[in-house]
């Protein structure tokens, strides 16, 4: 998968908050009804950050579920104290960075002047880089949907869809899409007990036209009801509370390729295949 360069730019740069005086101070008076002078390379290089943070998918939308599924502390979260961020697996991580993301919408500067200038988002991006389930920032099916697929790019390449550490898996007959045939929740729980890997829950393929973003797209907007052309790994939407489940994505040059070589990797070493996969 690609490598982490946003998260490892995001990092770099809080490093050097964290390190300079001058920097942190600057930080500390940051307010959004001045002009902050003296550091227009920062802020700019913030300013970028946060479009960024947003683009690739760390502002959950759904986090707020998140900080009630695994009731996490609103004062823990604030500040993310070492010893307690080293039991919080991605997807609590990544509620914990979208809680601080959008108390800036309410608290005008405080992703700046508290957040960053106190190095809270400096500790939970290294986490988040630490107990990420791939080598590529993994984000949550609900904010995919949320977001059109609209920063996903239109390359070939293939995607997980993963379940969070600590989320139970449930299967349901509950109709989710109008055109989909169900599948019997009892198989399905009895095929997933029979996955020895039970972290992968899906593994497709992107090679259309428009690439990942297109069938990303229609994968998302068939889970919630709203097309009827993905029809591939549809066992996902009969999961409970599928949107809080995760996906990740590899760019590459043939996806079906790709993909061919992943599920045979995951069978030789499970001996079947991922649950809503059904064939190689």
Same mark, same amino acid.
């Given at each position: 998968?690609?490598?982490?360069? %946003?998260? #490892?730019? *995001?990092?770099?740069?809080?490093?050097? $908050?964290? /390190?300079? @005086? !001058?920097?942190?101070?600057?930080?500390?008076?940051?307010?959004?009804?001045?002009?902050?002078?003296?550091?227009?390379?920062?802020?700019?290089?913030?300013?970028? %950050?946060? #479009?960024? *943070?947003?683009?690739?998918?760390?502002? $959950?939308? /759904?986090? @707020? !579920?998140?900080?009630?599924?695994?009731?996490?502390?609103?004062?823990?979260?604030?500040?993310?104290?070492?010893?307690?961020?080293?039991?919080?697996?991605?997807?609590?991580?990544?509620?914990?960075?979208?809680?601080?993301?959008?108390?800036?919408?309410?608290? !005008?500067?405080?992703?700046?002047?508290?957040?960053?200038?106190?190095?809270?988002?400096?500790?939970?991006?290294?986490?988040?880089?630490?107990?990420?389930?791939?080598?590529?920032?993994?984000?949550?099916?609900?904010?995919?949907?949320?977001?059109?697929?609209?920063?996903?790019?239109?390359?070939?390449?293939?995607?997980?869809?993963?379940?969070?550490?600590?989320?139970?898996?449930?299967?349901?007959?509950?109709?989710?899409?109008?055109?989909?045939?169900?599948?019997?929740?009892?198989?399905?729980?009895?095929?997933?007990?029979?996955?020895?890997?039970?972290?992968?829950?899906?593994?497709?393929?992107?090679?259309?036209?428009?690439?990942?973003?297109?069938?990303?797209?229609?994968?998302?907007?068939?889970?919630?009801?709203?097309?009827?052309?993905?029809?591939?790994?549809?066992?996902?939407?009969?999961?409970?509370?599928?949107?809080?489940?995760?996906?990740?994505?590899?760019?590459?040059?043939?996806?079906?390729?790709?993909?061919?070589?992943?599920?045979?990797?995951?069978?030789?070493?499970?001996?079947?295949?991922?649950?809503?996969?059904?064939?190689?």
């Amino acid at each position: 998968m690609a490598e982490f360069s %946003f998260l #490892d730019w *995001a990092i770099d740069l809080l490093e050097q $908050i964290e /390190n300079s @005086q !001058e920097k942190k101070a600057w930080c500390h008076h940051y307010s959004v009804y001045s002009s902050n002078p003296g550091q227009e390379e920062l802020l700019h290089d913030l300013n970028v %950050f946060v #479009d960024r *943070a947003y683009e690739k998918g760390l502002v $959950i939308s /759904n986090y @707020q !579920e998140v900080i009630r599924r695994w009731q996490l502390e609103e004062r823990s979260i604030a500040d993310a104290d070492p010893v307690w961020l080293e039991t919080q697996p991605y997807l609590c991580v990544l509620a914990c960075i979208a809680w601080h993301f959008r108390r800036d919408h309410f608290c !005008e500067g405080a992703l700046i002047n508290q957040s960053i200038a106190d190095g809270i988002m400096l500790r939970l991006l290294r986490r988040l880089k630490l107990v990420c389930p791939t080598s590529s920032l993994a984000t949550t099916l609900q904010t995919l949907y949320r977001s059109e697929c609209e920063n996903i790019p239109e390359t070939s390449g293939v995607y997980w869809v993963l379940r969070p550490v600590g989320m139970p898996i449930r299967f349901t007959e509950q109709i989710y899409n109008r055109s989909a045939s169900l599948y019997s929740a009892e198989m399905l729980s009895s095929k997933y007990l029979n996955c020895e890997n039970q972290e992968v829950l899906y593994i497709g393929k992107a090679d259309g036209k428009k690439g990942l973003r297109q069938r990303l797209k229609q994968y998302m907007n068939y889970g919630w009801n709203n097309a009827t052309n993905h029809k591939g790994g549809r066992a996902i939407w009969q999961i409970e509370d599928a949107g809080l489940l995760l996906l990740a994505y590899e760019e590459c040059e043939d996806g079906r390729i790709r993909e061919k070589q992943l599920l045979a990797d995951y069978k030789a070493k499970n001996g079947s295949y991922p649950i809503a996969n059904w064939r190689g």
